[in-house]
Every structure is written in structure tokens, then in C-alpha cells.
């Protein structure tokens, strides 16, 4: 390995170069989980660098009104950093922050970490088998080994309507929440009814004059069936740990079950369904907002959403949903297809993330000379969604195909934790410096997962969803099966699988 060289100061001039084993780009689950397994193995030259202030990746730049996770928190954190301290069964953007920073503060990140530190490009230097990265600020950095935590939940997605540009009233998408915006009394328009939407429109439709509530698609929501966690039961998970583990181990086999109805059990999807068509008859008694609201495509077609306050505030007498398509936006209204107009004085885009585009906005190009954007350009690949031939010493955390629509995406995560872990062992023990996937090794996985795909909810249930790349319609984003397959596919690390160069 490398001398073990970590920059104390997050201040480096352009002209300056740190060399480091392996960089890490991102400081979210992905980054944080990466750094805190390398420092328990005893590699201690790397660096996490991460373009914002603070720590968190999506749970720090997402901070609207009502922001909360969709899984039970906990499942939703690291095995390996149980916490007891959860107030409520499913938590809320603070709290999994403050979560995420104990996480730094008791695995001494801190040294590890850069911020506010953009990550640019990066290219693969054949000759020293290094990979010599530029930040957004110009400080370069030499990596042995690149990975990205970079996720796919970052970069907003804004829709193509005419005139957006031409709005007068303050505008902002909701991961990019303006607090300065006082919305008491305003005429809001909401654009999107997605995970995010559902869960700020309840808390901003009490305070607002008028929203209306834009909906291209309805979503199938199930009861979320939150609650507080007692200081009591609180109190239980600190002394009796087992607890806390034997929790854990029911909401993950409670998530797990739901797969099957994604993958091909029409009896447990049909079972969903009456169960999400139950949820909307019971808190909307409109027959016609009812309907409305109805998805007309099968149940994980698209992200099922969980919600318990969203139907009510559809119920307010100052909430309007507008079914009807948008032909334009203006100046101070929104007009729609049906020649309609309603006058806006603020306009909140719930539209979601570009999350088939990953790596957006930045270039990494490999051997050869290959960027991979363009070695992606007919398909987004990725061997067991983590390494990709003609790339080097470059691995992927949450790459492509490795995303969840039934249980806890941190599961992944930790599995290609585990995986990465074991490559940079291996290469360490055999004394090589170079570690890339086989082509054909990688084809093949991809071929693999394709054929399976075909018979998922996902391309048959009758929708078009962000799983879909937007170009080819193929689902580029979702596992095509449960947790437990993708842990025991990435158990451990094939040789064969590889080829290397000391």
C-alpha cells in the first residue's frame, strides 16, 4: 500500500497534489460506510471528499418541510452502527443526519473528510496505474483506487414546460427548500406528486391561501402506520441489544416479503393493491377526487409511496388537484391544456431526482482514453453494479441496477461495502496493483440481469417510471430480486473474474 498520506487541513491550494490510496467522492451512506470499514481495516490513506457543507449526501441536501425516510429506522442504518436512540419508527431527515455525524464522530472520520470540495474529473494514468483526480476548486489528488458514493438522488430533474424560465415569483425544487419564501396566505403551485410532494404538501397546505397540486400521474400510496418510539422501548434497546437486533431482523423480512409481488406473485401484488385501494376510500371520501387519485397501472410499477397525512390535505377546502396537463407557465399562473389559468405567486417543483444519469455532471475516463459516459452511451453497465471493464481500480457504490423499490437501500450498500473491501484485500495479497473486471465477465451479468428484468413489475405493469432509462426505456436503476440475492452474489470476489497487473 501507499504511505499512509491524509491531509490534516481542508484548505489545499490548486497548486498543491494530495496522493492517497483510495479516494472516496461523496459523504453520504455510501462514502461514510466505505471510510468507516477502511479505518477498521487498518487502511487509513484515503480521503472523502463531498461538494457540500456537511456531511449526508441526500439526507443533508434534501431539508423540505416533512423530509423523512420510507423505511423504518432500524433498518434504515448500518448494521455494523446499530443505534437505540431512534424517536420514531420512521425518521426524519434530522435525525438521520445527526445519525450520520455520530457515525464520523465515533469512527474518527474527521481527518478523512473534505468539504465543500466538488469532485470534476478524474483520469486513469496508465503508466503509474493511478488515477489522477481534479476537484471543482483545482486542488488535484492522486488515488490508487477511485470510488464513488456519489448515489443517484442528488441532481434535480425539472420538467420541459414552456415558460418556466419566464416565472416572476420566487421558484425552487424541493431539495433546494427556500425557507426565506414565506408561503402564509400565498397561492402555491406544486408540480409533482412524488415522494417528496407527498410528504411536504401536508405540511404547507395548512399555511397556504391556495395550493394546487399538479399530478401527471397517481401514485399508489400504502399507510405509512408511523409512530413514536418510547423512552421506555428506547430505554430496552440500550440494555438488551438482542432487542434491538430481533427488530431489525422482523422489518427486514417484512420488507423482503413485499418482492415477490414485484418479481411475478400476482396474488401478493393483486393483495397490495386492494390493500392501497382500501387506504385511498378511506381518507377520501370524494368519489371524484377518488378517482382522481387512482393509479391506473400495477402496483411497483412505479415507487409505491407510504403516507398517512397526504390523502387528508387533498380533503382541505384550499387544496386544489389539477389533473390536467400544463401547456405553459407564465409570468405571476400556470395555464393548462384546457385553456384554464390560476394565478401563482410561488411555484415548488416536487419533480425528483435525474437518477438514470449517474456520475452527472462529472468525467472519468479510463484506459485508453474511454470517458464513461461515453462507454455508457447504449447502456449503463456495471459488473454486480460496481466495477466496469476499461475502468481500472474503479468501483461503484450503488452503481447501476442496485437501487431497491421494496427494502432498505443501506443493505446494498453495505453489501458492496463488503465487496469492495475484499478486492483491495485481494490485491494487497497478491501483491498486484491493477484490478479490472473482464469484459466478458461483465456482459455476461448484464445479460443476466436483462433477461431477468423482463418478467418484473417494472417494464410489465403498464407505466413509465424514473427506473427507466429515459433513451431506452430499459429499467438501468432497480435489482431484479431480493437483498438476500444480491448479498450472496457479492459474498465474496471470484479472481477469475478479474485480471490484473502488479
Given at each position: 500500500?501507499?504511505?499512509?498520506?491524509i491531509?490534516?487541513?481542508p484548505?489545499?491550494?490548486?497548486?498543491?497534489?494530495?496522493?492517497?490510496?483510495?479516494?472516496?467522492?461523496?459523504?453520504?451512506?455510501?462514502?461514510?460506510?466505505?471510510?468507516i470499514?477502511?479505518?477498521?481495516?487498518?487502511?487509513?490513506?484515503?480521503?472523502?471528499?463531498?461538494?457540500?457543507?456537511?456531511?449526508?449526501?441526500t439526507?443533508?441536501?434534501?431539508r423540505?418541510?416533512?423530509?423523512?425516510c420510507?423505511?423504518?429506522?432500524?433498518l434504515?442504518?448500518f448494521?455494523?452502527?446499530?443505534?437505540a436512540?431512534?424517536?420514531?419508527m420512521y425518521p426524519?431527515?434530522?435525525?438521520?443526519?445527526?445519525?450520520?455525524?455520530?457515525c464520523?464522530?465515533?469512527?474518527?472520520?474527521?481527518?478523512?473528510?473534505?468539504?465543500?470540495?466538488?469532485?470534476?474529473d478524474?483520469a486513469?494514468?496508465?503508466?503509474?496505474?493511478l488515477?489522477?483526480?481534479?476537484?471543482?476548486?483545482?486542488?488535484r489528488?492522486?488515488?490508487?483506487?477511485?470510488?464513488?458514493?456519489?448515489?443517484a438522488?442528488?441532481?434535480?430533474?425539472?420538467?420541459s414546460?414552456?415558460g418556466?424560465?419566464?416565472f416572476?415569483?420566487?421558484?425552487f425544487?424541493?431539495?433546494?427548500?427556500?425557507?426565506?419564501?414565506?408561503?402564509?396566505?400565498k397561492?402555491?403551485?406544486?408540480?409533482?406528486?412524488?415522494?417528496?410532494?407527498i410528504?411536504?404538501?401536508?405540511?404547507?397546505?395548512?399555511?397556504?391561501?391556495?395550493?394546487?397540486?399538479?399530478?401527471?400521474?397517481p401514485?399508489?400510496?400504502?399507510?405509512?402506520m408511523?409512530?413514536?418510539?418510547?423512552?421506555?422501548?428506547?430505554?430496552?434497546?440500550?440494555?438488551?441489544?438482542?432487542?434491538?437486533?430481533?427488530?431489525?431482523?422482523?422489518l427486514?423480512?417484512?420488507?423482503?416479503f413485499r418482492?415477490?409481488?414485484?418479481?411475478?406473485?400476482?396474488?401478493?401484488?393483486?393483495?397490495f393493491?386492494?390493500?392501497?385501494r382500501?387506504?385511498?376510500?378511506?381518507?377520501v371520501?370524494?368519489?371524484k377526487?377518488?378517482?382522481?387519485l387512482?393509479p391506473?397501472?400495477q402496483?411497483?410499477?412505479?415507487?409505491i409511496?407510504?403516507?398517512d397525512?397526504?390523502?387528508?390535505?387533498?380533503?382541505?377546502?384550499?387544496?386544489?388537484?389539477?389533473t390536467?396537463?400544463i401547456?405553459?407557465?407564465?409570468?405571476?399562473?400556470?395555464v393548462t391544456?384546457?385553456?384554464?389559468?390560476?394565478?401563482?405567486?410561488v411555484l415548488?417543483?416536487?419533480?425528483g431526482?435525474?437518477?438514470?444519469?449517474?456520475?452527472?455532471?462529472?468525467r472519468i475516463v479510463?484506459r485508453?482514453?474511454v470517458?464513461?459516459?461515453d462507454?455508457?452511451?447504449?447502456?449503463?453497465?456495471?459488473?454486480?453494479?460496481?466495477?466496469?471493464?476499461d475502468?481500472?481500480?474503479?468501483?461503484?457504490?450503488?452503481?447501476?441496477?442496485?437501487?431497491?423499490?421494496?427494502?432498505?437501500?443501506v443493505?446494498?450498500i453495505?453489501?458492496?461495502?463488503?465487496?469492495v473491501m475484499?478486492?483491495?484485500?485481494l490485491?494487497?495479497?497478491?501483491?498486484?496493483?491493477?484490478?479490472?473486471?473482464?469484459?466478458?465477465?461483465?456482459?455476461?451479468?448484464?445479460e443476466?440481469?436483462?433477461?431477468?428484468?423482463?418478467?418484473?413489475?417494472?417494464?410489465?405493469?403498464?407505466?413509465?417510471?424514473?427506473?427507466?432509462?429515459?433513451?431506452?426505456?430499459?429499467?438501468?436503476?432497480?435489482?431484479?430480486?431480493s437483498?438476500?440475492?444480491?448479498?450472496r452474489?457479492?459474498?465474496s470476489?471470484?479472481?477469475?473474474?478479474?485480471?490484473?497487473?502488479?
Amino acid at each position: 500500500m501507499m504511505p499512509n498520506i491524509i491531509p490534516n487541513s481542508p484548505n489545499v491550494s490548486a497548486a498543491d497534489t494530495t496522493s492517497v490510496d483510495v479516494l472516496i467522492v461523496g459523504a453520504g451512506f455510501s462514502g461514510l460506510g466505505m471510510g468507516i470499514k477502511l479505518r477498521e481495516a487498518g487502511m487509513n490513506s484515503f480521503l472523502i471528499i463531498e461538494k457540500s457543507s456537511d456531511i449526508g449526501g441526500t439526507w443533508w441536501e434534501n431539508r423540505y418541510p416533512g423530509c423523512a425516510c420510507d423505511i423504518p429506522s432500524h433498518l434504515y442504518s448500518f448494521s455494523f452502527e446499530p443505534c437505540a436512540d431512534w424517536t420514531r419508527m420512521y425518521p426524519g431527515q434530522q435525525e438521520i443526519h445527526d445519525y450520520l455525524k455520530r457515525c464520523v464522530e465515533r469512527n474518527l472520520l474527521a481527518p478523512h473528510l473534505r468539504l465543500n470540495t466538488a469532485f470534476k474529473d478524474a483520469a486513469w494514468d496508465e503508466s503509474a496505474s493511478l488515477w489522477r483526480v481534479t476537484t471543482a476548486g483545482g486542488t488535484r489528488i492522486n488515488a490508487r483506487v477511485l470510488i464513488s458514493g456519489m448515489g443517484a438522488l442528488h441532481v434535480p430533474s425539472f420538467p420541459s414546460i414552456p415558460g418556466r424560465d419566464r416565472f416572476a415569483g420566487p421558484s425552487f425544487h424541493s431539495s433546494a427548500w427556500n425557507y426565506d419564501v414565506d408561503l402564509e396566505g400565498k397561492r402555491v403551485a406544486v408540480i409533482g406528486t412524488g415522494a417528496s410532494a407527498i410528504q411536504f404538501v401536508p405540511q404547507i397546505a395548512p399555511r397556504v391561501g391556495k395550493l394546487h397540486l399538479f399530478q401527471r400521474t397517481p401514485a399508489w400510496i400504502l399507510p405509512r402506520m408511523d409512530f413514536p418510539l418510547s423512552e421506555k422501548w428506547r430505554n430496552r434497546f440500550r440494555r438488551f441489544p438482542p432487542l434491538r437486533w430481533a427488530l431489525r431482523q422482523a422489518l427486514f423480512w417484512r420488507q423482503e416479503f413485499r418482492v415477490f409481488a414485484f418479481i411475478g406473485n400476482q396474488t401478493l401484488r393483486k393483495f397490495f393493491e386492494k390493500f392501497g385501494r382500501a387506504h385511498l376510500a378511506r381518507q377520501v371520501p370524494d368519489p371524484k377526487l377518488q378517482a382522481a387519485l387512482a393509479p391506473n397501472y400495477q402496483l411497483g410499477c412505479k415507487r409505491i409511496l407510504v403516507s398517512d397525512d397526504f390523502y387528508p390535505s387533498l380533503n382541505r377546502p384550499n387544496v386544489e388537484l389539477v389533473t390536467g396537463s400544463i401547456q405553459e407557465i407564465r409570468e405571476h399562473s400556470i395555464v393548462t391544456q384546457d385553456g384554464a389559468e390560476r394565478p401563482v405567486d410561488v411555484l415548488i417543483y416536487g419533480t425528483g431526482f435525474r437518477a438514470t444519469e449517474p456520475l452527472i455532471g462529472s468525467r472519468i475516463v479510463g484506459r485508453s482514453g474511454v470517458e464513461i459516459h461515453d462507454a455508457w452511451q447504449k447502456r449503463m453497465t456495471a459488473y454486480l453494479g460496481i466495477t466496469v471493464n476499461d475502468f481500472p481500480n474503479f468501483f461503484i457504490l450503488l452503481g447501476p441496477n442496485t437501487g431497491l423499490g421494496h427494502n432498505s437501500v443501506v443493505l446494498m450498500i453495505e453489501a458492496q461495502v463488503r465487496y469492495v473491501m475484499d478486492c483491495l484485500k485481494l490485491m494487497k495479497s497478491r501483491d498486484q496493483r491493477v484490478m479490472e473486471v473482464r469484459p466478458e465477465v461483465q456482459q455476461g451479468f448484464v445479460e443476466g440481469i436483462y433477461s431477468r428484468m423482463g418478467r418484473t413489475v417494472w417494464l410489465s405493469g403498464g407505466c413509465h417510471s424514473w427506473y427507466q432509462d429515459q433513451k431506452t426505456g430499459e429499467i438501468t436503476t432497480l435489482w431484479p430480486g431480493s437483498v438476500v440475492s444480491y448479498i450472496r452474489r457479492t459474498s465474496s470476489v471470484s479472481p477469475s473474474d478479474y485480471q490484473f497487473a502488479p
